[in-house]
């Protein structure tokens, strides 16, 4: 009994936990938009995209399929999204592909190159661009699926439209 309490309470301790690090809701990029993002992704072989909360791998696994000689990482939070990227990971075989659990805030910016996110525009601002600024390289990348930056951060973004009418939002550390 005493081992069944503690299991739950354990249970709930990690569903706070994951709550109150959580930056956005899991909700998948549409399948066009990730075409497009790989229009739009110019990325050479010594660079490495990130992707900030990752969700099922779906965004990073197709562009790392695709540009097989760059490096990948995809971070989530929740533990079954983050399995169901390595199940899909393992399939395609892909070992320019890489999958973290952890708050994907902690990782830091400065080796990566591209970074993508979808993520509600409060956790740009306060979280992503401040972090952005600090550590990225210059020229690095950030590519925003739907929601955009904040009009003082606009004169460094080009904005385009996917085929399913929303943009992804490019902003370049200058
Ligand atoms: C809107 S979904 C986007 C999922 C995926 N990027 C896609 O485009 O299909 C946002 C994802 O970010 C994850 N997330 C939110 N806060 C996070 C954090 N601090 N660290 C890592 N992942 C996080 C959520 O669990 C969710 O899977």
């Known amino acids: 009994m005493s081992l069944l309490f503690s299991f739950i309470i354990i249970i709930i301790i990690l569903l706070f936990l994951r709550w109150a690090l959580s930056l956005a809701p899991w909700v998948p990029t549409r399948k066009e938009a990730i075409f497009r993002l790989?229009?739009?992704?110019?990325?050479?072989?010594?660079?490495?995209?990130?992707?900030?909360?990752?969700?099922?791998?779906?965004?990073?696994?197709?562009?790392?399929?695709?540009?097989?000689?760059?490096?990948?990482i995809g971070i989530e939070i929740v533990p079954y999204l983050y399995v169901v990227s390595l199940l899909r990971k393992y399939f395609w075989k892909q070992s320019n592909l890489e999958f973290k659990i952890w708050n994907a805030f902690k990782e830091d910016f400065w080796r990566y190159t591209h970074i993508f996110v979808f993520w509600l525009p409060e956790s740009i601002r306060d979280t992503v661009l401040p972090k952005l600024e600090k550590e990225a390289k210059i020229g690095t990348k950030l590519y925003s699926?739907?929601?955009?930056?904040?009009?003082?951060?606009?004169?460094?973004?080009?904005?385009?439209?996917?085929?399913?009418?929303?943009?992804?939002h490019i902003y370049t550390k200058k």
């Open 38 to 72: 790989w229009d739009l992704l110019d990325i050479k072989p010594w660079e490495s995209f990130l992707e900030l909360g990752s969700g099922d791998g779906r965004v990073v696994s197709f562009l790392a399929k695709k540009n097989p000689e760059s490096q990948f």
């Open 145 to 168: 699926y739907a929601f955009s930056f904040p009009k003082e951060y606009m004169h460094k973004v080009e904005s385009f439209w996917t085929p399913n009418e929303q943009k992804i």
